[in-house]
């Protein structure tokens, strides 16, 4: 088969995929499109792992290793503005983050090496649902993904508005960040607004929590570490004239390591007590880890950089790239197996990401699937 006419099927499956879109856990018909898909390839698929999960197995010759090649299944509760004839059929449901193109690319890197003998081994075709919050990944681990079957690496991708169209760009070590979420809640007691003595004011508290958080990573990190500490709500139970009695505030922190996240979540723990207690108000404080670090393994980084050249050419390949703290959840298989994450450019002037009328740029889908084929060889030789 050519390159025209398997980049032509491409294309029509990742607009199909793109009229579908389901959100976390709810990826039935986008689910029954990839395994028809599969199927049809000659693989073997298995339906249901981390609920909607779909895997699909690829055997060739005798070889021992195997790898696998990932891509993330859902879509996001946004409407879609885009005036497209393949726009979302799902009111209120689109594809703002590229994953049907993820997923179209992970289609044509299976039908290539589904058609080629040039290599030796497993290859497992991962479709992932719940990507967007964090959830997907942990439910195909839990669903004893590993285990049932077995992996040496891991390879994913992810298109990235704002990078050169086409260029590969990836790094060893933390390439995307942790995201956790913290709540605090400031139990006050609530006055008359003339009369401020009579009160416990969570706002003047919970103003004074907010400034000391942005201490942490200016006076607590190693300067050559990263992270975000980054208040998103401040909600009261007050009103014109009345001090409220408590605040709740909201927010998230990035990071790239375990011992930076367990640094942010004692600092701010510690500044939150102190500060209530000072004030003689009482306080909760809850902190989650939604998304790990995405790390990726040194020992792969070489055979990714032979591979996206193999596709790119050295000039637009780059493998010391700049980390982002945006979070993933690719990096939850990372921490249990190694592998690589990379990103690939979608163009400078793109719409970004979760824009309601972010549309995948459709040049990506070929390449995207000779670079997974092509790791795929590579680990994988005869």
């Given at each position: 088969?050519?390159?025209?006419?398997l980049?032509?099927?491409?294309?029509?499956w990742?607009?199909?995929?793109h009229?579908?879109?389901?959100v976390?856990?709810e990826?039935?018909?986008t689910?029954?499109?990839?395994?028809d898909?599969?199927?049809a390839f000659?693989?073997?698929?298995?339906?249901?792992?981390?609920?909607?999960?779909?895997?699909?197995?690829?055997?060739?010759?005798?070889?021992?290793?195997?790898?696998?090649?990932?891509a993330?299944?859902?879509?996001?509760?946004?409407?879609?503005?885009?005036?497209?004839?393949y726009r979302?059929?799902?009111?209120?449901?689109?594809?703002?983050?590229?994953h049907?193109?993820?997923m179209?690319?992970l289609?044509?890197?299976?039908?290539l090496?589904a058609?080629?003998?040039?290599?030796?081994?497993?290859?497992?075709f991962?479709?992932q649902?719940?990507e967007?919050?964090g959830?997907?990944?942990?439910?195909?681990?839990?669903?004893?993904?590993?285990?049932?079957?077995?992996?040496?690496?891991i390879?994913?991708?992810?298109?990235?508005?704002?990078?050169p169209?086409?260029?590969?760009?990836?790094?060893?070590?933390?390439?995307?960040?942790?995201?956790?979420?913290?709540?605090i809640?400031?139990?006050?007691?609530?006055?008359?607004?003339?009369?401020?003595?009579?009160?416990?004011?969570?706002?003047?508290?919970?103003?004074?929590i907010?400034?000391?958080?942005?201490?942490?990573?200016?006076?607590s990190?190693?300067?050559?570490e990263?992270?975000?500490?980054?208040?998103?709500e401040f909600?009261?139970?007050g009103?014109r004239?009345v001090?409220?009695?408590k605040?709740t505030i909201?927010?998230?922190?990035?990071?790239?390591?375990?011992a930076?996240?367990?640094?942010?979540?004692?600092?701010?723990?510690?500044?939150?007590?102190g500060?209530c207690?000072?004030?003689?108000?009482e306080?909760?404080?809850e902190?989650?880890?939604?998304?790990?670090?995405?790390?990726?393994?040194?020992?792969?980084?070489?055979a990714?950089?032979?591979?996206a050249t193999?596709?790119?050419?050295?000039?637009n390949?780059d493998?010391?790239?700049r980390?982002?703290?945006?979070?993933?959840?690719?990096?939850?298989?990372?921490?249990?197996?190694?592998?690589?994450?990379?990103?690939?450019?979608s163009?400078v002037?793109?719409?970004?990401?979760?824009?309601?009328?972010?549309?995948f740029n459709?040049?990506?889908l070929?390449?995207?699937?000779?670079y997974f084929a092509?790791i795929a060889r590579?680990?994988l030789?005869?």
């Amino acid at each position: 088969m050519g390159n025209s006419t398997l980049e032509a099927e491409i294309v029509a499956w990742r607009h199909h995929l793109h009229e579908i879109p389901e959100v976390g856990f709810e990826e039935h018909k986008t689910a029954d499109y990839v395994a028809d898909r599969l199927t049809a390839f000659g693989l073997v698929v298995s339906r249901g792992v981390g609920k909607t999960g779909v895997v699909g197995t690829l055997q060739h010759g005798s070889g021992s290793r195997s790898i696998g090649l990932r891509a993330d299944m859902d879509a996001l509760a946004i409407q879609e503005h885009g005036e497209q004839a393949y726009r979302s059929k799902h009111d209120g449901r689109m594809h703002a983050c590229g994953h049907d193109g993820h997923m179209a690319i992970l289609l044509g890197a299976a039908k290539l090496l589904a058609q080629s003998d040039d290599w030796n081994g497993t290859v497992h075709f991962v479709f992932q649902p719940a990507e967007e919050h964090g959830r997907g990944a942990k439910a195909m681990i839990a669903d004893n993904l590993f285990i049932r079957f077995p992996m040496d690496e891991i390879y994913g991708l992810h298109s990235m508005p704002g990078m050169p169209e086409g260029r590969f760009e990836t790094r060893p070590g933390g390439i995307m960040a942790s995201e956790d979420n913290f709540v605090i809640h400031i139990h006050g007691r609530g006055a008359h607004a003339a009369r401020p003595h009579m009160s416990i004011d969570p706002i003047v508290i919970g103003s004074e929590i907010v400034l000391a958080l942005q201490t942490i990573v200016a006076r607590s990190l190693d300067p050559t570490e990263q992270a975000v500490v980054s208040v998103t709500e401040f909600i009261t139970n007050g009103t014109r004239n009345v001090i409220p009695g408590k605040v709740t505030i909201k927010g998230d922190t990035r990071s790239y390591t375990p011992a930076v996240q367990a640094m942010l979540k004692d600092r701010m723990g510690a500044l939150v007590a102190g500060i209530c207690a000072a004030h003689g108000a009482e306080h909760e404080f809850e902190y989650t880890y939604e998304f790990e670090p995405t790390v990726n393994s040194p020992e792969c980084i070489e055979a990714v950089a032979s591979a996206a050249t193999d596709v790119a050419g050295a000039e637009n390949v780059d493998v010391n790239g700049r980390p982002v703290l945006a979070s993933e959840d690719f990096g939850a298989f990372l921490r249990v197996i190694p592998g690589n994450f990379l990103f690939l450019g979608s163009g400078v002037d793109a719409l970004p990401l979760h824009n309601p009328r972010f549309d995948f740029n459709d040049h990506l889908l070929l390449p995207g699937a000779r670079y997974f084929a092509a790791i795929a060889r590579k680990r994988l030789k005869q």
